[in-house]
Structure formats: C-alpha cells, structure tokens
C-alpha cells in the first residue's frame, strides 16, 4: 500500500503522519524534500510560496499560490484548510516560519527543505512572469 496516496479527502497520509510525527516530538517543523513536496501537490495538497514579489515573479513553482510571508496574517484565509500544505521560500528559513504560522491555525503543513533552490536543483518546473522560464533569485 502507498501511504503516499492513500488518504480518503485525496490528500497524503504520508503528510498527515510527517506533521502529527513533528508536532508530537518537539513542535519542529516536518520537513520533505523536493520529489517528495512534488509527490504531494500531484496527490492534492496545496503548495504556498512565502517569498518577495520580486522573487515570486523572477521564477517559482508553476502550480504554487503567493502569499508573501509579511502578508500570511492577513491573506491566510487564501489558503485552503483540510489538505495538505507545502510551504516554500528561497532557502527553507522564511516558509519555515510560515509553516509555524499556518500549523498554530490549524493547517496540515510541511516545509520544503532547502526551498526553491533545491526545488530548481532537481529539475522540478520553474516559471516566472507570463508563465515563461524562470529562475530562482
């Protein structure tokens, strides 16, 4: 069985355990790397990018939403609650605050390890501007 895929609402089971296993020993972050964070927006969960406009359009993730992380209290309710969430900045640092915002709220997070920069290291899709390439700065 794929613990991966396997959760009823379409989310990851896999997510669910990363972020009860983080809440229940010390309230650290859950962490995923880049393949996994893409296996669970292919499987539904919600990919937030946390980073600066100027960031946000040089390059990010094609299917990610934008809420700056200066702007997460006021613009959280952009993101859905009962999936998943996959947080992301440049290094790992900013979403990681974020992530501790958005778990205190009540939402199933996990951080993406090493951010965007590890997301574009392994080849996973990055648009910028008009859905043209982009980069990550």
């Known amino acids: 069985m794929d613990v991966g895929r396997v959760a009823g609402d379409g ?5 669910h355990v990363v972020s009860w296993l983080g809440r229940l020993f010390g309230g650290g972050v859950p962490t995923v ?11 539904g969960a919600t990919m937030v990018d946390v980073r600066s406009t100027h960031e946000w359009n040089a ?21 859905p609650k009962g999936r998943p969430v996959v947080v992301v900045c440049r290094s790992g640092s900013r979403s990681r605050s974020a992530c501790r915002s958005l778990a205190a709220a009540g939402y199933d997070v996990v951080n993406l390890r090493g951010g965007m920069a590890a997301w574009s290291r392994t080849g996973q899709p990055v648009v910028g501007r008009a859905g043209r390439p982009g980069s990550v700065v």
């Open 11 to 15: 989310s990851s089971v896999r997510a």
């Open 33 to 43: 790397g880049a393949a996994e964070a893409r296996r669970l927006v292919d499987d």
């Open 59 to 79: 390059g990010h993730a094609p299917f990610a939403r934008h809420v700056q992380l200066s702007e997460l209290a006021d613009r959280m309710h952009r993101v």
